[in-house]
Structure formats: C-alpha cells, structure tokens
C-alpha cells in the first residue's frame, strides 16, 4: 500500500511495454491520479486493468489542483502524477504542484522511466556527457532565430523538442542562423512503429523532409552537436617576454595587462604563459 507521499510517475512514450513494474504497482495502489489528459490516462489504465479516480492536473489548473492534492496527502491518501508521456515536469506540467506539495511538508517520489531526451540521446551517436535541454523551440521564427543565436558558441550538445506542424520551418530558421552544414541528429516517434534518427548536416535533414512529407510526421527531439572548443590563440614567444620583462616591475597581472595592449593578445593568456615561463 503507498503512503500519503505523492508519486511523481513516469509512464510510457510510445510503447506501453516501457512501463516499469514499480510504476504498475504504484498506479495500482494509489488513492488517486493527477492526470494531465485524464482521457489519454484513462486508455493507458484501462490497458494495465487498473481502476482509479483520476483528477486533472494540466498547465492551466495547477495551483488550483495543488491544494486539492495537499488536502488529500494531509487526509492520508496517496496521489500519482502522470503527465501525457514521459516524465512529468519535463517539458510537462507539474512544478507547482510539487512546489506546493514539498512546502505543505510532504515527500514527493520519483518513479522513474520512459523520458524522451534521455532515449533520444542514448541513441543520437553525439556527445553526452555535458549537455543543455531547452524545451520546446519558440512557436515564431524570429524567437527561433533568437534561440539559435544565443546557443551559437555552445560547446555541449544542445536538445530541444518541436511540433511536426513547424519542423521544417524551424530547420530552415537553424539553418539561416548556424549554417547549412551544422551537424544534428533528429529522432521522431521514439519507440513507436516509425521511430526515426535523422543524422547529418542541417541542409541535408531538411532536405529529407521536404522530400519525404512522412518524416515530418509526430513528436520530434533536435540534437544540435556543440560547437569546437576555441583554441587559444598561438602567442609569440616575444609577446611573453615582454610580459616577463614588465613583471619586473609590475604585479604580473599588471604586466599582462599591459603587455596586451600592446601586442593585441589576451591579458589571460599572456598571464598563463607567462606564470608559466618564469
């Protein structure tokens, strides 16, 4: 039996085998569900042949449902929260509802599992060792090419969900900004019949969907390969004597900073090459 505690529940994306076990027994044995679409939730119990009073808990109700799942938790039932697919909170509603649930002093659970990003990262074939998760792309192109431009000289792998209705319009818009030839991976319908990795250059991916209207069907995961980490520029070897010979007289930072402006290289470098040769 789950206690008064509230479980943040993870169910599948696309394929209802990805439920875990302990997600199934949570469901089961909860008081009550928050739902995001009780309908979409409902078709997914009916499948697992569980019976539970489902409460909507969507971007719109949240505060508001909040308090009648804090009054439940304090009568001492236990709650689930589910969202459509996925993860909750990941790109879904839930963040004020366990806001309000932690402040009124009751645990909230993760139950993880099925979580787009990760699957679509597990098998992109690009960096993830860092990485950077921005949602959804803005619905306008000019927030778009805003977006882009503020992640041009990011050196991690950088993911983002979009609509089928503004894939192409929002490739078009990355490549205007990071160039044709920028390399992406773009994964659609994970897990589902006709799960796709799209992997390439910008141009290249845009011009597959274009070609083929069907692969600018379903949910969609943009992976954008971070961009080459800046060498330091190649410092000449008079540069850093200079800096030597000022630090003489001058705190080496001083003497960076100086010498910099005379030969036009970074005061930084100059001081780590500097710290270096003495």
Known sequence: MAENKLYVVATPIGNLADITQRAVEILNSVDCIAAEDTRHTKRLLNH??????????HDHNEDQVAKRIIDKLSAGESMALV????????ADPGYHVTQAVVEAGFDVVPIPGSCAIIAALSAAA????????????????????AYFQSILEQERTVVVYDSP????????????????DKQLVVAREITKTFETFLRGSASDILKTMQDDANQQKGEFVIMIRGAQAKKHQEVSQEAIDLTLLLSTELPMKKAAALAATHTGYKKNQLYQLALEAK
């Open 48 to 57: 697992l042949t569980i019976e539970k009073p489902l409460l909507a808990a």
């Open 165 to 180: 209705h503004r894939i192409t319009a929002s490739l078009s818009d990355l490549i205007e900004v990071m160039g044709d």
């Open 126 to 145: 690009l960096p993830t060792d860092r990485f950077l998760f921005d949602g959804f792309l803005p619905a306008k192109s000019h927030g778009r090419q």
């Open 83 to 90: 969202s459509d697919a996925g993860t909750p909170l990941i």
